[in-house]
């Protein structure tokens, strides 16, 4: 079984980094780490990036995960080998590039492009925001899934994803003992749907909420708060349509050993129990 | 709050009385939107609970007795003693006739007015309810928190408030909170070019049934004035709504706790920011905006 212990990035691809740095710093309230000829390094938390923005095709969107070390790392190559997903191992200059030591680089069922990384870098620097946005760290990602089913068996039983909580047949899965780590979404085709940076509190979100209307972000669902995690969140929309959430007050499961998945009706309450809806972001379809 | 009394003059803000031009509509407003429990409808006054008292509100149409705001006196002594000092400092007072009394569901009572003109009922046991409050709808209302009123005249109407034990938490330019028991303030004092009742708070659970009774606020097409917001000086988390004949009905939740060691005002400048703290504004409320 291959050995997830966090998400630790993503890259997305966009063919204007200037706009994608003014979103990036002056309303995501995000780090810059390094600025590339064709790539804007970011930071969120302790980690030296958590988000790479590379001058390309928007439709390049990869997420990046920590497995253990170099033997877990080459286990997961051949389990994936066997299983019949072409598997590409990193160059070095490939790992220079995501700031990891080594990695391996594959597609999901869906199609996803999913990365192994090993030993990304830390930053000896706190993290310092470019705006007050109350971000403490990337947290999770929302994937797009073209039959959930099945790729709910692929991040359960392949690698280490259990289930939390599921809406309809919608899974929200977890790596560690956060809530969730990856959520799927069911989409036509594979890709990024959001992603999650957490923020200290309450007051960030509704700052947030007020601070992004003004600066007219769309806003695309909440200020709410997901029944399942009990998070607060607020999603709005970047560059290249990409969609990113803040939220606060994730859930921790504290017994992994019992923990049972509930079950919650494919409803608009199931996604916020304040009432919020969804405007101009499709909520998972059942 | 006890200037130096063993015990406090008054405890709390326990109701309002609101003079409303069609009281038995504006009663469906009270029940099913806002969220609060239709108890009475007698000597012309739809009375409405909150919490344990028997009623918090009342609704009746406008004639002479139609609008006050009931404080809790502790007792007939400390009503006598606050009565001696309205008179001291040139306020109105009068004792409540009986039939005034029994409108408001009072034993005692002193009616008084502050020198904008606002009614205040200083009056000794309230009535409570020995059932427990079962609202309408599930707004998630506790209690009922207190008032804002409007003042136009702030330092005679803040004298008013001292004389009652009342001190001033913090100010936001003229805007004084009040304090009269450990909270922060039940009583906010907004200069403006009239008089009256500004809002009534009434205390939620928890930061959810604000956020949710905003939704359903808009969904219901109810105007919300300010909010969902927070006020740096208090803490407070609030949503104001427009209820019937533009009166302001507030939810309101997280107010710190002061407690009862003394402490000196802040001011806050009278500035956007110091009114909300996560950026929400009032367009059409001018006593609850501030220049940008």
Known sequence: MIQLKDVSYVRLGSPDLESAEHFATSCLGLQIAERGKKDLYLRSDERAHTLCYSEGDPRSQTVGFEVEDEVSLQDAASTLESLGHAVHAGTAEEAEQRKVKSLIGFRDPSGNHVELVVRPE????????????????????????????????????ICNARVSDRIGDIPLMRVNAIHHTIALVRAPKAGIQHVNHQVESNDDVLRSYYFLSERRVPIVFGPGRHPTSGARF????????????????????????????????????????????PAGMTLPDN | MNNGRALPLITSVCYVRLAVSEPSASARFMSDIFGLQRVADQDGEIAFRS????????????????????????????????????????????????????????????????????????????????RRYFPARDAGIVAFHGV????????????????????????????AYLRI???????????????????????????????????????SQIRILQGPGRQPASRQ???????????????????????????????????????????SESKDVPELGAPG
């Open chain 1, 122 to 157: 830390r930053s000896g620097r706190r993290y310092f925001a470019s705006r007050d946005a109350g971000i403490t760290g990337f947290s999770h990602i929302g994937l797009n899934s073209t039959d959930p089913a099945r790729d709910e068996r692929f991040w359960t039983q």
């Open chain 1, 234 to 277: 607020l999603y709005f929309r970047g560059p290249d349509g990409m969609i990113f959430e803040y939220s606060v007050g994730v859930d921790e499961i504290e017994d992994e050993a019992t923990h049972r998945p509930r079950q919650f009706g494919f409803e608009p309450t199931s996604f916020c129990m304040w009432g919020s809806k």
């Open chain 2, 51 to 130: 919490d344990d008292r028997f009623r918090t509100v009342s609704l009746g149409r406008n004639s002479a007795d139609g609008a006050s705001i009931g404080v809790e006196v502790w007792d007939d002594k400390a009503l006598e003693e606050i009565g001696r000092r309205l008179r001291d400092l040139g306020f109105n007072t009068r004792e409540a006739t009986s039939g005034e009394c029994r409108r408001r569901y009072v034993q005692s009572a002193l009616l008084a007015e502050d020198a904008s003109r606002n009614r205040i009922d200083l009056v000794v046991r309230p009535s409570r309810s020995g």
């Open chain 2, 148 to 175: 804002g009123l409007r003042t136009i005249d702030r330092i005679r109407d803040l004298a008013f408030w001292k004389a009652l034990g009342a001190e001033v938490s913090d100010f936001v330019g003229d805007i």
């Open chain 2, 181 to 219: 028991d450990g909270m922060h303030h039940r009583v906010a004092l907004y200069p403006s070019k009239r008089n009256g009742l500004l809002y009534a708070a009434f205390e939620v659970e928890a930061l959810d049934q604000i956020m949710q009774n905003s939704y359903f606020m808009q969904e």
């Open chain 2, 237 to 279: 988390i609030f949503l104001h709504v427009e209820g019937p004949d533009g009166l302001i009905f507030s939810y309101v939740n997280g107010m710190a706790e002061v407690g009862d060691r003394p402490r000196l005002a802040r001011q806050f400048p009278l500035h956007p920011t110091s009114l909300c703290d996560w950026g």
